[in-house]
């Protein structure tokens, strides 16, 4: 049993690695192909967003929107060149207004790979844009100054870029990151990439790491993990991308990801295999134990020939041929004069002398104390049959001369002969060939 199971999980982890190696060549160049086609189309999309973001330009705070510029998706907000009207504060407002115009033509952004939406934020008057009004509370919220540093979401300088740290949106409450650009002294416009709306980020863990001079980083990073997956392993290979001045994303794509299906499949059917091969090795094993148990208990001790029991398990003939029925003649004399020892060396003389005289396909078989059955397969007449029983003879006569007890009490036996075919049962036949056994022992 226990060495079945040995076997078995051998065969296991043998299958198991041969058909991960075939099905990683199969699967992986296709599962790859498939996770960066996805990782660059959301690339690109928010790429496109934060170019919709640049394209809201103001040129000078002194200038007002023209009233003919059409305001679609990559439209720049073009200003004419008129003077001030109002006071700053007034001029501010009327600023905020013409971002406002410029805010609701991008609207909120949904594509197959990122979902999110634009604000603008005056931050000397501490005044939202964005495409719905909000609360007086949700603007306190966005403008506290502890949450402002906390998430890295103040105000920046002029036409740079920042990138925040992940962080709830104060509105909806979805997760989120936000990319934002200092437009002029005081007034940011932003884009947050809402994670909820997409399930591409479902298993991933979005990291924004910022520039720093310790580690000679100049962009800001937003890196993409598989979260499923330790950070300690080998990644199969990282996907780089700029996608605007100042931000770099990485997406790392690890090894066990790119073997996740091979993986699996090898495992289910490496587990029905080795459970295949445990079943035949222990089924064959058992079989092969019980075989050898039933040869063991046909063997006789004393001769080495098969025991009676032979007929228990073969009850008829499976080809023809000749049977013959040998019987000692003065055995028990020998036995009683000399003792059992010299009988059972009287016994043995008899049995080897039928091994040597017989072919390999043919039987010897002790069916009692000095008695045996010669099955003489595919013997083909009852007289060659007589040659094999005097070459016996024979044979008992020449290593007689060799021991001293057998040369006074010479070893000889009576036989009958008898032929028959396959399919006969071989009670009948041995019960016919004892009658000419005992025919030949008058005589």
Known sequence: ???????????????FVVLTVMFYYMFSASTLKAEQSTIHQTMNDLSDALLELSNIIVISENEELASSTPLNKRSYIYMSKAEPKKEAATEGTALLSQYKNALDSLGFITTSSISGNFMIKDWQSQSVLYRQKLAPSVVTTIFDPIRCRELNICKTKMNKYRVSYMHEDALSGNKLFTIFKGMNEHIDISFNVHLNSNSYYDDKNITIIPPSSKTNQRNYVISVKYADYPDSLLFYRSEYAVIADGITVIVRIPLLYILDIPLKVSFILSFFIAIFIFYFHFIRRITSESELHKQKSMIDTLTKAYNRRYFDY???????????????????????????????SAIKLLASSAQEAIRDEDYLIRSGGDEFVILLNDCPSIDIATEIIEKIQNKIIQKSKYKKEFREHKISFAYGLTPYSEGDQYEDIIEMADFYMYEHKKK
């Open 1 to 15: 049993m226990l060495h079945s199971i040995y076997f078995a999980v051998r065969m296991f982890i043998v299958s």
């Open 314 to 344: 073969y009850s008829e003939a499976t080809s023809s041929g000749i049977l013959a029925v040998i019987d000692g003649n003065k055995i028990k004399e020998i036995n009683d004069t000399l003792g059992h020892s010299a009988g059972d």
